[in-house]
């Protein structure tokens, strides 16, 4: 299904067409039609599927069809960290080129006092879009920088990395300053029982969109150690004693667990650094700078970094822990093998519930990844023998309604000159 065949208006059209956006993507064919429809919608799907346009472009070309305030926050969008506040804002720039009086303000942490006076001078006046992150538009809210009772619009982007980095109470406070007619949008790119639970407070009725995981790139050579808990960091000792590792992302379970195992790694002489949610936004900012620029050599990390980052070198993923469910594995291994290089993730498998667990991934890939034996010297390794549970990826259904806004435009005459 192409844009043209969409309600989107004419000036959003001509901004696609610069960009030779034409095709949509599954996510974006059965969420920018609900949108537009006035419906609150649920979306899950992977990073990567086009989730920005299918909130972004509804929503811009309501605002540009006219009839709202302008001196009113019309437009919320909230992002868990700096990084994705500041890609949403960019594609809002492309978007909205042809769009008189629609545009956006990102109001982040992890800058110095001045930013934040500008940011408040810009808010005071009444915006079409804002872009933030939690804590900073709570900052705002209690200096009284904006009012949120005339908000039509309201966005929650990756919810799932929201509740992971602890801001679940913000979100809440948020959402009692909005009006009761207010229309939301929440996308996740996995939906575990407490992200649910965020959908049932924040929305009405929502139509719920939910894509397929795709199955990892067949670039990445996926491997697996079955282990005891203490044989984990002596795998790893191994490894780097016997190669060069750089350029590599080791994936912990939790934020305590990530501190403990960077700090080991460090009595073993290799080059690491933690990022996990007791970070401030600054320090995070730091450590990813010295990942990128190759003054850190692995990067010890919470899911936070699973999505949202985009770092196209990696040569190895690490699962320390095993996944809670396929999702967050397909997640975690897809930061290696981009940019059509080739990529290895490994898996540390160990215990009766990592086995099931694993064993299920196994069932979504519909293959079984190759086991490697233990390196000499750490004795014997676990049985893979435990049964799978009865796990089910269900897609869920969706609810369609007659309501639209605006109507059609027939006939559409694209501008012939084109900056």
């Known amino acids: 299904m192409t844009f043209e065949q969409t309600y989107l208006n004419d000036n959003i059209l001509d901004a696609l067409y610069d960009m030779h956006f034409e095709e949509m993507t599954p996510i974006q064919e059965r969420c920018i039609p609900e949108i537009l429809e006035g419906h609150d919608v649920l979306g899950v799907a992977q990073t990567g599927t086009g989730k920005t346009a299918a909130y972004l472009l509804p929503i811009l070309s309501m605002l540009d069809d006219g009839g709202f305030p302008e001196d009113a926050i019309n437009c919320v969008v909230m992002a868990p960290t700096r990084e994705l506040a500041q890609q949403i804002d960019q594609a809002m720039e492309g ?5 008189d009086g629609v545009s956006s303000i990102a109001v982040y942490g992890g800058n110095d006092g001045s930013r934040f006076d500008q940011e408040t001078k810009s808010l005071r006046g009444g915006a079409p879009v804002v872009i ?21 619009f309201f966005v929650l982007d990756e919810a799932d990395r929201m509740l992971d980095m602890g801001f679940i109470e913000d979100i809440l406070q948020i959402n009692k300053l909005l009006p009761p007619d207010c229309q939301k949008v929440m996308f996740s790119a996995t939906m575990p029982s407490k992200v649910r639970e965020l959908a049932v407070s924040l ?12 199955r990892p790139a067949e670039k990445i050579h996926q491997m697996a150690y079955v282990c005891y808990e203490p044989q984990k960091l002596k795998i790893i000792d ?15 379970g939790k934020k305590d667990r990530v501190k403990d195992i960077n700090r080991a790694l460090q009595r073993l002489k290799i080059n690491c650094a933690p990022m996990h949610s007791d970070l401030s936004q600054q320090e995070r900012d730091d450590v990813m700078y010295r990942f990128k620029a190759g003054q850190v050599d692995v990067l010890v990390a919470t899911d936070i970094v699973a999505r949202g980052i985009d770092i196209d070198d990696i040569a190895i993923v690490i699962n320390y822990d095993v996944p809670h469910d396929a999702e967050d594995y397909v997640h975690r291994i897809g930061r290696t093998a981009r940019a059509e290089r080739d990529g290895e993730a490994i898996t540390f498998v160990s215990g009766d519930q990592d086995i099931r667990r694993f064993m299920q991934i196994e069932q979504f890939l519909k293959k079984e990844v190759e086991k490697l034996p233990l390196p000499e010297g750490l004795g014997e390794a676990p049985e893979y023998k435990a049964k799978p549970t009865s796990g089910s990826f269900r897609r869920e259904g969706r609810r369609h309604s007659g309501r639209r806004h605006g109507g059609r435009r027939e006939g559409r005459n694209r501008k012939g000159d084109k900056s």
């Open 132 to 152: 933030a992150t939690p804590g900073r538009l709570l900052s705002h809210l209690k200096v009284g920088s904006l009012d949120l009772s005339r908000t039509s």
């Open 203 to 214: 929305l009405k009725d929502p139509v719920e969109v939910k894509l397929k995981v795709s």
């Open 238 to 252: 191994h490894l780097f004693q016997n190669g060069d590792l750089k350029r590599v992302i080791i994936f912990c």
């Open 95 to 99: 978007f909205s080129y042809y769009l």
